[in-house]
């Protein structure tokens, strides 16, 4: 193993909880209903990728222009902006310092594969942006999660096949995509929700360089 890929939002920090109170918000602005069953289903989606699904949701997938879209996608994430701005290192999960001392100390790289646009911000906020080798552009990936780009530009970034890779996850989409790149995934969450992955843990506690490195061992088998 020679990378390991990072979602950020579920992985490194929880901030679901915000992505969840930003949509509802707008999605009850425009007369759609999001509960956090549906918002299951946007976790690792990208931001406009989230809107359409609301729209379609709320049957009104043709309502809007892009043009419109595009600011209720810029409402979101002010709400969302304004949600998030006193997360401090408190806000890291679980079990992630110690991961990352770890690998630091392996000599194994560490690529950030967020969906998210905000999260060179949220690292800083969290301070551990220095852990990692890399973030990829969510803006230059093309095709967002469940497709393998984003997985596949992280371990370019690290220099490393994608063979040589452990992705992790916590969203069904983005452990779709982590196999799609062949990938090895280790998962944190329901089991029955990231059946896909190679590895599910219940919490990121659980997560160490030993799991993860066995699990890329096992794929070898
Ligand atoms: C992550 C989250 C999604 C979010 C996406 C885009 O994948 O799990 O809920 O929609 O990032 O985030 P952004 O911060 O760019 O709106
Ligand atoms: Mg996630």
Not at 16 to 43: Q, Y
Not at 84 to 94: F, G, H, W, Y
Not at 164 to 185: M, T
Request: glycine content about 8%; proline content about 3%.
């Amino acid at each position: 193993m020679k990378a390991v890929l990072f979602d950020l939002d579920g992985v490194i920090t929880d901030t679901a909880k915000f992505h969840f109170l930003a949509w509802r918000d707008l999605g009850s602005e425009l007369g759609i209903e999001v509960d956090e069953a549906f918002n299951e289903e946007l976790k690792g989606v990208s931001r406009i990728d989230s809107l359409e699904r609301i729209l379609a949701q709320g049957g009104v997938a043709d309502k809007y222009s892009s043009a419109e879209k595009d600011e209720l996608c810029v409402k979101k994430n002010a709400h969302y902006l304004e949600l998030i701005k006193e997360m401090t290192p408190a806000d890291i999960l679980p079990g992630i310092i110690p991961l990352l001392e770890e690998l630091k100390a392996a000599g194994i790289k560490m690529i950030v594969t967020s969906a998210s646009k905000n999260a060179p911000g949220i690292l800083d906020l969290l301070q551990v942006r220095a852990y990692f080798n890399g973030i990829v552009d969510a803006a230059t990936v093309k095709a967002g999660k469940p497709a393998p780009d984003i997985f596949l530009a992280g371990a370019q970034l690290a220099g490393a096949d994608p063979a040589d890779c452990v992705g992790v996850e916590d969203a069904a989409s983005g452990v779709e995509a982590i196999k799609a790149a062949g990938i090895v995934a280790v998962a944190v969450g329901d089991e029955q929700v990231l059946a896909l992955a190679d590895r599910v843990l219940s919490s990121t506690a659980d997560l160490s360089l030993a799991v993860l490195q066995e699990a890329w061992e096992n794929s070898k088998k």
